[in-house]
């Protein structure tokens, strides 16, 4: 069985966690085919769903493959899990993560690489390394801290405390919490979206928007002023606002 499902419809790439009976534990075998699946996708696909099969999204780190390494070893193999995140999340195609189920360790390190999170209402958040003497090494200290706040990072990695979806949701980890089973069908309805979106406009919120809160202020705006005046002027711009100035597209918060 392959460890990445993929399917290509309409423009959206559906990429799934395969290893429903190891609860979509990420060994090496699996991070290495999510590497090169996103990678094609990227090349193919306006926007990009992510899911696990079977019980839950993914259950972090598999710790039964998990062998003795010396210090250097630990750390270039941290390495190689931001790599694969970072083309998720500095890649040219905005990720929908669908989650249900168990998203914890590596797991939540690999749903915070993404650029939305949908969750439905049987899905659980950790970061139990704390409880298991290690410490993350996929990303968590600076993204899922820049999502939730180091604190509550703290809280989760001293304490063990999970957030269930409704928590997640108060703590912004996840934009939208769906029922039972409806996580992958909302996951799908955002993508949909994207891919209907001008591409200047995607590479503003993906490339521009992350390095624009890493900047002074002033900077921040001139780079906002640039992105502004390069998707404003383009193709896809004019025919949006032409469309919106003859009433033919949708008005704010209509779908």
Not at 71 to 76: E, I, K, M, Y
Not at 123 to 139: D, K, N, T, W
Not at 186 to 214: C, H, N, S, W
Request: glycine share 12%; proline share 3%.
């Amino acid at each position: 069985m392959d460890p990445v499902s993929v399917e290509l419809r309409d423009g959206v790439a559906w990429i799934g966690l395969n290893r429903p009976a190891k609860r979509n534990a990420i060994n090496d075998g699996l991070l290495a085919a999510l590497d090169a699946t996103v990678a094609e996708a990227q090349d193919g696909a306006r926007a990009i769903v992510l899911f696990g099969h079977g019980p839950c999204f993914s259950a972090g780190l598999d710790l039964s493959e998990h062998t003795a390494r010396d210090a250097a070893a630990v750390f270039h193999h941290s390495r190689g899990w931001h790599a694969v995140f970072r083309r998720i999340r500095g890649g040219r195609v905005p990720t929908v993560a669908a989650v249900h189920g168990a998203c914890v360790g590596g797991g939540l390190e690999l749903a915070a690489a993404c650029h939305i999170r949908v969750a439905d209402e049987t899905a659980f958040f950790a970061l139990p390394e704390g409880s298991r003497g290690i410490f993350v090494g996929g990303g968590a200290s600076v993204h899922v801290a820049r999502i939730i706040g180091a604190a509550r990072m703290a809280d989760m990695m001293l304490t063990g405390r999970a957030l269930d979806a409704a928590a997640a949701e108060r703590a912004g980890l996840v934009t939208y919490v769906t029922l039972l089973g409806g996580a992958l069908e909302k996951a799908g309805e955002l993508a949909a979206k994207i891919a209907k979106m001008a591409p200047l406009t995607v590479l503003g919120v993906l490339q521009a928007l992350p390095r624009i809160q890493d900047m002074s202020e002033e900077d921040g705006l001139f780079v906002e002023s640039m992105m502004a005046a390069l998707a404003q002027t383009g193709p896809e711009a004019q025919a949006g606002l032409a469309a919106f100035l003859e009433k033919r597209a949708a008005k704010a918060g209509e779908a």
